[in-house]
């Protein structure tokens, strides 16, 4: 919204380019604002776009590492441990089931037996009930694997927080220059003033 002000400004400003009143900053301002709606318009999607499309490739590529590293494995429950129920894992925050904490046994992808306290999605667990688990390679209990879906979320918001932070950047600059400028008029203004003041409304001065 600041950007379109900006552009009908200027283009009150073009059409009174040839005022006599008209002040060599008012046209100034007039570009800073064209040319940030420009590249708000243009330039800010353009690196929006650049950027999702990079983290796009650069998630993707990380769904088929975790896909070909991670593994889902059956654990047994041995016993259930105290505590309150928990969730692990914030890749999974859409799936939020109700976990419990429970000792387990598994074996791994290279047949390795494990033992150990892990996270269980089982809300009554009891021993000897069955539950998956994502492991590596050796059978150390992992995150489950981000899924493609998840991956195109992450760089389509990528995208779009570059974009407004483009934008952002763009806007913030003309404002700066901006308040720059007004501050070295205001300063010509006290500098004609401390020049004219002294004379002001005396005889012969013009006054």
Do not use: C
């Not at 046209?27 to 420009?38: P, R, S, T």
């Not at 776009?49 to 590492?65: E, I, K, N």
């Not at 492991?135 to 998840?150: F, K």
């Amino acid at each position: 919204m600041r950007a379109i002000g900006g552009l009908r400004a200027f283009g009150g400003l073009w059409r009174w380019r040839h005022n006599p009143l008209r002040r060599t900053t008012d046209l100034v301002e007039a570009w800073l604002a064209f040319a940030a709606l420009v590249l708000i318009l243009v330039a800010a999607p353009l690196i929006g776009a650049a950027a999702g499309t990079s983290a796009q490739s650069a998630l993707q590529q990380s769904v088929r590492d975790q896909q070909q590293s991670r593994h889902r494995v059956t654990a047994t429950v041995v016993k259930k441990v105290d505590g309150s129920p928990l969730d692990p894992d914030p890749e999974t925050a859409t799936t939020r089931d109700r976990q419990s904490r429970v000792v387990a046994d598994w074996t791994g992808p290279d047949g390795t037996d494990r033992h150990g306290t892990v996270m269980a999605n089982l809300k009554t667990p009891r021993p000897g009930d069955h539950f998956t688990l994502w492991t590596d390679g050796q059978g150390r209990i992992v995150g489950r694997p981000l899924d493609t879906a998840t991956a195109t979320t992450h760089a389509v918001l990528a995208g779009f927080g570059a974009t407004v932070l483009a934008a952002g950047l763009v806007e913030g600059a003309r404002r700066l220059l901006v308040w720059r400028m007004i501050r070295r008029r205001y300063a010509r203004w006290d500098q004609a003033w401390d020049r004219a003041g002294p004379d002001w409304g005396r005889t012969g001065t013009g006054s």
